[in-house]
């Protein structure tokens, strides 16, 4: 309890109060009510921060742990080479998510990336290819392709799970001559429901808290069409020097984080019985 309350506690306090103060490098925290919350919500970049926030946590949540679901149950049958392409799998979730938005970066350009050469085999001529990064058009989906697709974390803990089941169950399924895809339906994912929820949870909020890949490939332009919540509240502290504004959009995505949890486990998590 202590430890949490000086690692945790503590600094949420400090937060929740300093949002609600006048507060630079220069200055002591003067209190001020809520006026820094009333300056972030009249930014149009704060929205459009939240609605980019929210809608990489739906993709993540979604479509990022259920490709990790889905190859989790095609790796659980054990087919050619299935533990080379579940070490494969696992690799980019293992380099640093800076060095992924870095790796990434170099590779798209256009002028001098890896993928110029075969640019210029298919005979397109380079000056026409856009920055994928550097077009408000792509941006954003471009840097959701850095991570949506690498669910190699999500799919090691759904095999765990899956390997958990006992397997007379199956056998038993088996024998009533249930097929490959009903044992899937009606016995694998029946119960992988609360560590889909785990998954859907640990995703969400760490879409809610991604800084480095997208500050590290775009820094949340071209204007705000990558901007998020830990990129605007970057800004708001180091470019604009206002802790007290910074703190204030640090309330509203510890709150958001704090609502997706709760959300999440009111759909997925079973009830426990009285």
């Not at 200055?27 to 970049?45: E, H, L, R």
């Not at 640019?119 to 471009?142: D, K, M």
């Not at 919540?229 to 007290?244: D, S, V």
């Amino acid at each position: 309890m202590i430890l949490f309350a000086l690692v945790y506690a503590a600094p949420i306090v400090t937060v929740l109060y300093t949002s609600l103060c006048n507060y630079t490098t220069f200055s002591a925290p003067v209190f001020q009510g809520i006026k820094n919350f009333v300056t972030i919500f009249s930014d149009q970049d704060f929205i459009v921060s939240i609605r980019n926030t929210l809608v990489w946590v739906v993709l993540q949540s979604t479509f990022h742990v259920g490709l990790g679901l889905a190859m989790a149950l095609v790796l659980r049958r054990k087919p050619i080479g299935w533990k080379f392409v579940r070490t494969a799998y696992m690799i980019p979730n293992i380099v640093p998510t800076a060095a992924t938005g870095v790796m990434f970066t170099l590779l798209l350009n256009p002028s001098f990336g890896i993928v110029k050469p075969f640019l210029e085999a298919f005979g397109i001529e380079v000056g026409q290819v856009p920055n994928l990064f550097g077009n408000s058009r792509y941006a954003f989906w471009t840097v959701t392709a850095t991570w949506i697709f690498y669910s190699g974390f999500n799919t090691i803990i759904f095999l765990a799970e899956m390997g958990a089941v006992d397997k007379e169950i199956y056998e038993a399924a088996r024998v009533d001559g249930a097929k490959p895809w009903q044992l899937d339906r009606y016995i694998t994912l029946p119960l992988m429901k609360n560590i889909f929820g785990t998954c859907v949870t640990l995703a969400s909020v760490a879409m809610v808290s991604q800084f480095d890949i997208i500050y590290m490939t775009t820094k949340g332009g071209p204007g705000n069409s990558t901007l998020n919540l830990p990129i605007y509240l970057y800004k708001a502290a180091t470019l604009e020097n206002n802790y007290g504004k910074a703190n204030a959009v640090g309330v509203v995505q510890i709150s958001i984080g704090l609502l997706l949890v709760l959300l999440v486990q009111r759909i997925f998590m079973e009830k426990k019985e009285a």
